[in-house]
């Protein structure tokens, strides 16, 4: 009862999938904010068996992510710890404990633009230099929607809570810097998504 199902989930896991199967390659310990269904977790930890995925996200999502995992049955995905981009120390359940790489699906035009803002913020404390972060989702470019589907969907976040929305790219970038991350890429996915991969210096 507690499994729930994201269709877009399903529909992105393969390119991004893709593209992690490179970013990550050398890296051993990720932490997933926003774990969400719990699918991502599943799928990735069973294809990228050399990491431990360690799920994240707000308690409402756990009971979804467990079963995931339960039904999984992977040892190198562990149960979802809370993170909570609204606190200002939200990094404190995963500092020291050997994070090289994360990773962050959908999130960042859910959550309020202060939260983001924590987010990279915490990440400075979490990553050490070298460690990478992937961010996957719509973004805009110049201030402007890539597609009429994006538009579509950012008046649709709009209308339910007045923080969501899609963010610019240009302030993804700007944010990174101010906490020590360099971009490595910005990949092309399909449905006019992106995944952001940045370096902490």
């Keep these: 009862m507690n499994k729930q199902f994201?269709?877009?989930?399903?529909?992105?896991?393969?390119?991004?999938?893709?593209?992690?199967?490179?970013?990550?390659?050398?890296?051993?310990?990720?932490?997933?904010?926003?774990?969400?269904?719990?699918?991502?977790?599943?799928?990735?930890?069973?294809a990228l068996p050399?990491?431990?995925?360690?799920t994240g996200?707000?308690?409402?999502?756990?009971?979804s992510i467990l079963a995931w995992l339960q039904e999984a049955e992977l040892t190198n995905v562990l149960p979802p710890i809370v993170l909570?981009?609204?606190k200002a120390a939200w990094e404190t359940e995963v500092l020291d404990t050997g994070i090289d790489a994360v990773f962050?699906?959908?999130?960042?035009?859910?959550?309020?633009?202060?939260?983001?803002e924590r987010m990279f913020a915490g990440l400075a404390r979490v990553l050490?230099?070298?460690?990478?972060?992937?961010?996957?989702?719509?973004?805009?470019?110049?201030?402007?929607?890539t597609s009429a589907g994006n538009a579509q969907f950012d008046a649709s976040l709009r209308a339910q809570a007045a923080h969501m929305g899609i963010r610019d790219i240009e302030a993804m970038q700007k944010l990174a810097a101010q906490h020590g991350f360099v971009m490595l890429a910005d990949h092309a996915l399909p449905a006019n998504n992106r995944l952001l991969v940045w370096q902490r210096s």
């Design 128 to 145: 050490h230099s070298g460690g990478k972060l992937c961010v996957y989702g719509p973004f805009n470019y110049d201030g402007q929607f």
């Design 6 to 46: 994201s269709t877009a989930c399903e529909r992105n896991r393969e390119p991004i999938l893709e593209t992690l199967n490179e970013v990550f390659a050398d890296r051993k310990h990720v932490l997933e904010i926003g774990s969400g269904t719990g699918q991502h977790a599943v799928f990735f930890g069973a």
């Design 57 to 63: 996200d707000l308690p409402q999502s756990h009971p």
């Design 104 to 116: 962050t699906a959908n999130t960042c035009h859910i959550m309020a633009w202060s939260e983001v």
């Design 50 to 54: 050399q990491l431990i995925w360690q």
């Design 84 to 86: 909570d981009m609204s």
